[in-house]
């Protein structure tokens, strides 16, 4: 009798995901969805063939001399910035991923944010809880156009391009991107997007919206120089990864109002928030939810369990992220 290979899910996801894969595997599921430290998940996985994991669980050097049998990790996300791909490598441990999957709900939530920056309507909605709306004036909360404005992406993969297609098509706004390589024409005729150089971006972006991956290479892409070249009425809104954004450069930006306002989904040292941030009004502050429709997230979860079963059955993932050179 084959034994099946062991499984854990590392946070509580959609039970009838797990379902599926108990059809596959010996499954471990966190259902008390406890956020585990570092040795507590490298217990875990000691046993285990493959992992679930959400994004948040850190693959790396340590953990996988700590667990000898690992082979794959399915990250129920796009981003996979918490593996440490080279140890992969080393290791013989291949990665997945989500993409496409979460394109367009990402690219709705990453324009909903920009246009509730721009709007302010945080700052707002707080002003009308506390009660202090007793009259109207001329200004109160006047806020920056969205419409015919200039909308600049830093960073142009599928989520990128899905919000240029939103503001060129649906707003009638210029965009404008950066990218590490340029788009065919054929793509950018379809996004009605230009490109131009980072300094251009930050020069003429009344808008300016980050979607690139973390690296090392992008880490604080956005800091206090970058923001000093941004126009004092444009908006920041980052929905790309913690650490692409000087957090602590942003708040002061946004106290000394060097920027009008910014939209962040994701921060630095996640879930914790810089206190600054907490503190200054003209910032719209969600957790991370830029993917989180219910269809969505199914599909994430549906694909992160493909791409186990697809490992175990065929000997391939359908989305890995990097090629190991060694077989476990």
Known sequence: MTTQPRILVARRIFPEVVQRLAQHFEVQANDADLAWTPAELAAQLAD??????TGSQRIDAALLAACPRLKIVANMAVGYNNFDLPAMTAAGVLGSNTPDVLTETTADFGFALLMATARRMTESEHFLRAGLWQSW???MFAGA???GSTLGILGMGRIGQGIARRGAHGFGMRVIYHNRSRLAPELEAQCGAQYVSKDELLAQADHLMLVLPYSAQSHHAIGAAELARMKPSATLVNIARGGIVDDA???QALRQRRIAAAGLDVFEGEPAVHPELL????VVLTPHIASATLPTRLAMANLAADNLIAFFEQGRALTPVHAPTLQK
């Not at 285990?48 to 994991?53: N, P, R, Y």
């Not at 503190?279 to 003209?282: A, C, D, G, Y």
């Open 249 to 251: 450069a942003l708040a």
């Open 137 to 139: 004036s001329y200004d």
């Open 145 to 147: 156009e969205v419409h």
């Open 279 to 282: 503190q200054v009004p003209n």
């Open 48 to 53: 285990k063939d493959g992992a679930l994991t």
